[in-house]
């Protein structure tokens, strides 16, 4: 893979940007008159390996943790024999519950819900949107026990909760044809690895945090670790997208490692249209690590609005893609039900994950709450009968909403 090789003048009144033909980016400095810059090189790793004391400094247990926690949950909703306290304490895991087949993750102190809509940038002092956002999962839980599971063995039909057949799949739907499940996992998406990654881990007001900048500058590490704090924010960061690869140093050839952000960025990749994006994506984790190294800070910054650029695309072109899919399957001589509510639900998480999504040098999302919220009603709301009774008008009237207001068209992300 490519070293991108970025030569970085120091800290001056004036600032020169130019661009040469092998990828680098010279930054040049002038101050009255004399432009005779202090250079630092930063070197964009192969990998994602840094060391101290030739001791590896990446530490993103936490996430890998969080991750292995989500993946058990997903198998409780298609569990008839759980019962909504059981999931929900998985989902609220305190240390020593006995809420999961993982010893390890039995022991931990993290949880899910307490970083559902957690971020720093959000949700610090919007403690109104985050109890009711971590309500919406809990419901989801709820009724998935409540609705669905007492009508596993029943046909789903307009108003009844049940069984229906997807092809060689069979889903289970709520009286509105909305899987549960499939809402809870692409809600998570946005409310967990999103909003930590781009509103929280890459936030300056955590990576900064305290004597973050200070300490790093003078390489004081966390105390009893190998890293500095602000090293760890942005591997945690890293973590959320990366931490169940088999090598996370290298992750792109193993894209699909779990069921959060990790499979929807292989999905976009493998879409002709967006070819690249996973690339692009790893490189701006790379070189933001290596510029805190190197301590250069508006280098880490400017990977951190690519980064948020570029996975919040994955939510919007996700969610344009699964209302499509689902509009065509609607819309077939014989409608596929089966495989169109499990296509819009997945559209329905990932549109509900829109929120969580950052604007590039901004700390606006692309869609407000107030925007979703609508969204989601005008998807379930057509009729009293929600996705049975959806329109294709509807699906197409949000699907270019949402590729508006990004940089892609309706049919780019709709194959």
């Not at 101290?52 to 949950?73: W, Y």
């Not at 809870?184 to 004597?211: M, P």
């Not at 065509?328 to 089966?338: A, H, I, K, R, V």
Request: aromatic residues 10%; negative net charge; contains cysteine.
């Amino acid at each position: 893979m490519k070293k991108n090789l970025f030569v970085l003048s120091s800290i001056a009144s004036l600032l020169f940007i130019a661009c040469s033909d092998d990828d680098s980016l010279e930054l040049t400095t002038c101050e009255d008159g004399d432009c005779d810059p202090v250079e630092t090189t930063i070197d964009n790793p192969d990998s994602y390996v840094f060391t101290r004391d030739n001791e590896s400094t990446v530490s993103f247990d936490g996430q890998t943790t969080r991750l292995k926690m989500g993946a058990e949950i997903l198998s409780a909703f298609t569990d008839v024999t759980s019962t909504s306290d059981q999931i929900l304490s998985m989902y609220a895991h305190e240390e020593g519950a006995n809420d999961f087949e993982e010893t390890e993750l039995n022991a931990s102190d993290k949880s899910i819900k307490s970083k559902t809509a957690a971020s720093a940038d959000f949700f610090s002092t919007n403690a109104t949107d985050q109890t009711l956002i971590r309500a919406d999962f809990d419901g989801f839980i709820t009724a998935q026990v409540n609705e669905v599971f007492p009508n596993w063995e029943v046909a789903a039909s307009a108003g009844v909760a049940g069984q229906i057949a997807d092809g060689s799949s069979t889903r289970y739907v709520n009286a509105q044809g909305l899987e549960y499940n499939q809402a809870f996992n692409k809600g998570l998406i946005g409310a967990l690895t999103l909003d930590q990654i781009v509103n929280n881990y890459l936030s300056t007001a955590v990576l900064d945090e305290g004597d973050n900048r200070a300490d790093n500058d003078a390489n004081v590490v966390a105390e009893g670790k190998i890293y500095t704090n602000m090293e760890h924010k942005w591997d945690e960061a890293y973590g959320y997208v990366y931490g169940l690869n088999a090598d996370a140093a290298n992750p792109n050839d193993d894209l699909g490692a779990d069921s959060f952000l990790n499979k929807y960025v292989g999905r976009v990749e493998g879409d002709d249209d967006f070819a690249g994006i996973a690339d692009e994506i790893f490189q701006a984790f790379k070189l933001g690590r290596a510029a805190i190294v190197a301590k250069q800070y508006d280098v880490r910054d400017a990977q951190a609005e690519i980064i948020r650029e570029k996975l919040s695309e994955v939510i919007g072109i996700r969610a344009v893609y699964y209302l499509q899919q689902g509009k065509n399957s609607l819309n077939q001589e014989t409608p596929d039900f089966g495989g169109a509510f499990h296509d819009l639900s997945e559209g329905y998480g990932f549109v509900y994950s829109l929120q969580f999504t950052r604007k590039t040098n901004s700390t606006e999302p692309y869609f407000t709450k107030e925007e979703v919220d609508a969204f989601l009603a005008d998807l379930m709301d057509d009729g009293e009968n929600g996705l049975w009774d959806v329109e294709a008008a509807t699906l197409d009237a949000i699907s270019a909403d949402i590729a508006t207001r990004f940089s892609f068209t309706l049919e780019q992300a709709a194959e």
